[in-house]
């Protein structure tokens, strides 16, 4: 079946423009969850989604990131203001049930943000 | 607070030889810990995971990890390396809080 998609793959914005990247997560998932992977690094969680709430935003570096998932199914994160070091690539997963941590996490191919 | 760390962040081996990936992790309270492995331009795919019960689990591509909990290890195993184990591998470690935390990634390079 469909894994987890999201566009556009890449994405080049000059510093302070607004940028909204998509998910869209495996279909029937109740569990969606934001990342950004700088080069060199980890992935770094952002904002993980059960259903249409933001479960939990505490990853999310400051108030110029915002994600919404208004149906509970396709998410988008937005960054305003955007800044140079806003450059990463992020990633979104899935996960099959309300979340527990024990789930599988299915990765989308990301997308990469490079800000001019 | 919980942390992983990867030593070695580029770890070279001869096709057919061991593959070892070292994996510690920090943690108030029993965590469940993960690999990934991450091919150019893909997502992250699940290699292994373990939850509960046996400590030696057994992933996909004939990768296998043991969860030592004395020496707060996770590090991952294959007995030959093949030329398409080439890839970008990350330890994460997870709680109830649903918080993944990753390691910083250790490359694999399979010289032929």
């Known amino acids: 079946g469909a894994g987890v998609s999201q566009t556009p793959s890449n994405k080049v914005t000059e510093k302070g423009k607004y940028v909204e990247l998509r998910c869209d997560p495996i279909?029937?998932?109740?569990?969606l969850y934001w990342y950004r992977q700088s080069l060199g690094q980890g992935p770094e969680f952002l904002i993980y989604?059960?259903?249409?709430?933001?479960?939990?935003d505490s990853g999310l570096p400051n108030d110029r990131f915002f994600a919404v998932r208004p149906e509970g199914s396709v998410s988008t994160l937005k960054i305003q203001r955007t800044e140079r070091g806003d450059s990463a690539v992020y990633l979104c997963?899935?996960?099959?049930?309300?979340?527990?941590?024990?789930?599988?996490?299915?990765f989308g191919p990301g997308t990469r943000l490079t800000v001019l | 607070a919980q942390s992983v760390t990867q030593l070695g962040s580029h770890v070279s081996v001869s096709e057919g030889a061991l593959v070892l990936l070292r994996c510690n992790y920090s943690s108030s309270v029993p965590p469940y810990l993960f690999w990934y492995v991450q091919y150019p331009n893909q997502g992250l795919q699940l290699l292994l995971k373990y939850t509960t019960g046996a400590t030696l689990v057994k992933g996909i591509n004939g990768f296998e990890a043991e969860f030592k909990k004395s020496e707060t290890s996770f590090h991952l195993t294959k007995p030959s390396a093949h030329m398409s184990d080439a890839a970008e591998y990350f330890c994460a470690v997870s709680l109830a809080g649903n918080q993944f935390y990753f390691g910083t990634g250790t490359s694999l390079t399979v010289i032929p």
């Open positions: 989604f059960q259903g249409t709430g933001a479960a939990d």
């Open positions: 279909s029937g998932h109740t569990a």
């Open positions: 997963a899935s996960s099959p049930r309300l979340a527990f941590s024990y789930n599988e996490q299915f």
